[in-house]
């Protein structure tokens, strides 16, 4: 079975999440602290080795409407160094995954202040579960 890593991509840090070995669910796991493209993109690899995931699931902010912002294209960028790296990389549209990961919190009862350490790992995990769901073997 293959295990994949889901990643939500931000300016300071990057959510991960991680799937099953059987690829059904997803589940936070993390998150990694930006420090540049190079930097970055080898700590994800190295993560991606240890946990024995095959690809990674990146979130693709596309806007509301459908673009791809400056935001997207810095996914895109960066992207490109996992796949130099020898990295898998499938892009997953993101759109409201942050939103969806407040409110999952929320509901929780977590406070501000956890659900400021929380959401970008909730919502890595909501982006790798939401492709998962998607691309299903039945």
């Known amino acids: 079975m293959t295990r994949y890593l889901g990643l939500d991509y931000g300016n300071v840090r990057l959510g991960v999440a991680i799937s099953d070995e059987s690829g059904r669910f997803a589940r936070p796991h993390g998150v990694i602290l930006h420090s540049g493209w190079g930097p ?36 895109l ?3 490109e160094v996992l796949k130099n790296l020898g990295v898998a990389v499938i892009l997953q549209d993101e759109r409201l995954s942050s939103f969806e990961a407040q409110e999952r919190l929320r509901e ?21 579960q939401t492709w998962l769901d998607e691309n299903r073997v039945h």
Do not use: C, N, W
Not at 48 to 59: H, T
Not at 61 to 74: K, R, V
Not at 114 to 128: F, N, P, R, S, Y
């Open 40 to 75: 970055t993109a080898r700590a994800v690899a190295r993560l991606m080795q240890e946990l024995q995931a095959a690809s990674v699931v990146m979130g693709l902010p596309y806007t509301m409407e459908g673009e791809l912002g400056e935001q997207a294209q810095e996914v």
């Open 77 to 79: 960028g960066f992207t």
């Open 108 to 128: 929780r009862g977590k406070s501000i202040a956890e659900m400021k350490t929380l959401v970008d790992q909730e919502a890595a995990a909501i982006i790798l």
